[in-house]
């Protein structure tokens, strides 16, 4: 990831035309060329893996349950999953804004299949 070592200056992040430049208090490699600014040319999704069910093994109602307590805002408010900019826990994500679990269906992840065309 880029972020720890450039900032979008101009366009959206992480899209085809955007211009970063490096942080001025970027570590190796990139102290060398603080201040420099480079354009996206291509920008490829990275998505994140899918939490996954058994449906063979699962009820489901038990299904139900399980997506309905991932996608509440009692999980996406939980600050030991989703952990806030400014706090000092740990957690498995971080969140700046609206993070949070949703269902997505198998075409989700067609863009990462589609690399491989």
């Known amino acids: 990831e880029i972020a720890p070592y450039a900032s979008c200056t101009e366009g959206e992040a992480n899209t085809t035309g955007s211009v970063y430049t490096i942080n001025s208090d970027a570590s190796a490699p990139f102290d ?3 201040g420099k ?3 996206v040319i291509q920008s490829t999704p990275v ?4 939490f996954a069910y058994n449906s063979d093994a699962l009820d489901p ?9 991932f996608t509440s805002d009692e999980v996406a408010n939980n600050e030991v999953i989703f952990v806030p900019e400014d706090s000092e826990n ?4 971080e969140k700046s804004e609206n993070e949070r679990f949703v269902l997505v269906d198998d075409s989700w ?3 990462i299949r589609d690399l491989s065309k």
């Open 32 to 34: 060398t060329v603080t």
């Open 37 to 39: 600014e480079f354009v």
């Open 47 to 50: 998505l994140n893996d899918p």
């Open 61 to 69: 109602a038990d299904v139900k349950a399980i997506q309905d307590l």
């Open 90 to 93: 740990v957690g498995m994500f």
């Open 109 to 111: 992840f067609d863009p």
